[in-house]
């Protein structure tokens, strides 16, 4: 970006107070450390150092919750030989923000061979986090060996068909999908029939001024389809979106932060728990990224999220755990 | 008479070396044998080495991975000719291909990950 960008409104398209402009550079600001909100249709930024100085209702607008991703319980290879001890630093990380969040968000990859043991260690660090509710979808790494028998036996309650469920929180409506599952040869993640379905039904009669945010593992858009980071049917579940003002993706899977604006959705990836991987096409392949272990829990991290009833935007804003 | 015992003499030994030289030519074709019967591939960087693999029939592949990453070795065929349990780093499985014929595999937690064995 050339120069120093004047803080005004150049064009207000959703007519919401911010502009294309605007919202991507809040986004770049969002990696440094800033939060974003959406007040009385003006888009506002504050350093996070400065957060204990706001109000809670000022800062925090209406519905906050906080997305994790990527935990790999049982990974305990280099760049991170104890996966719990970062996310046990995650979880304090969560409950020292100012505003405690409502609920969290794990948008998969919990454990890293489907193994028991590393569900319920999962389990039992989550535990000590102050949001007491976690919404699960799963990543490929939870569904081996069972086609996803156990992942659906510890966290599938209420959910339809291979795990897809929605939820409704002070207006907001959560969609979460599951993309894992019934990978085909050569192929990237896939939604399937049943799934595109049930979601075109699930959203078919809710009002357009609906916020909505979708939650699910694989990127619903195309990172990087050499390394099967996009999925191949998400155009269709976009379709059904577009009536909505406002839709936010939250997905993992890639173990670093990206965004991208298109019209009126925001997709965001979340930094993982566990380790990084390289930016696409930096390295031969999507593995774990080796950094100094004085680096690594920069490399790491927790998404916040925050909705202003009544505004259009959801701020998102990543913090790592350094 | 002594040149009949001579001709025998020299008839028993040149059978007899050439039983020993039969034997040893057994012995030979069967090392041989054994050498391709057993194959490796070597699952690393999120690829399979050698990504086609040719082998006779009745040989035995195994995948060793060697990335550090879990893999898994999944046939595409429907239905499916063999899929291997989830394999950490060191891990290996094997199968044994006792009918020719071309099969292709992938990786089901990594798709873009493909391979297939050649057996003729």
Known sequence: MAGKVKDEILHDHNHDGIDRRGFLKCMAWAGTGAFCVIQGGVLKSYSLSRLPELGAKEAMGELSFVQISDSHMGFNKPANPDVAGTLKTAVDKINGLSVSPEFMLHTGDISHLSKPEEFDTVDQILKSAKPKDVFYVPGEHDVLNDDGKQFLERYGKGSKGGGWYSFDKKGVHFVGLVNVMNLKAGGLGTLGHDQLEWLEDDVKHLKPSTPIVVFAHIPLWSVYPEWGWGTEDSAQALAYLKKFGSVTVLNGHIHQTMQKVEGNVTFHTAASTAFPQPAPGKADSPGPMKVPAEQLKSVLGITDVNHVQGQHALAVVDSSLA | ?120
């Open chain 2, 1 to 120: 008479m002594r040149r009949s015992v001579f001709i025998a003499g020299l008839a028993a030994t040149l059978l007899l070396g050439m039983g020993a030289l039969g034997v040893s030519q057994k012995n030979f074709v069967a090392s041989a044998q054994q050498k391709s019967e057993t194959t490796e591939v070597k699952i690393d960087n999120f690829t399979f080495g050698p990504a086609a693999l040719t082998v006779p029939v009745g040989a035995t592949v195994t995948w060793t991975n060697k990335d550090d990453i879990p893999h898994t070795v999944v046939s595409t065929d429907d239905p499916k000719a063999f899929k291997s349990k989830v394999l950490d780093t060191d891990e290996k499985f094997s199968f044994t291909f006792s009918k020719a014929g071309t099969y292709p595999y992938f990786c089901s937690i990594h798709p873009k990950m493909t391979g297939k064995v050649i057996v003729q």
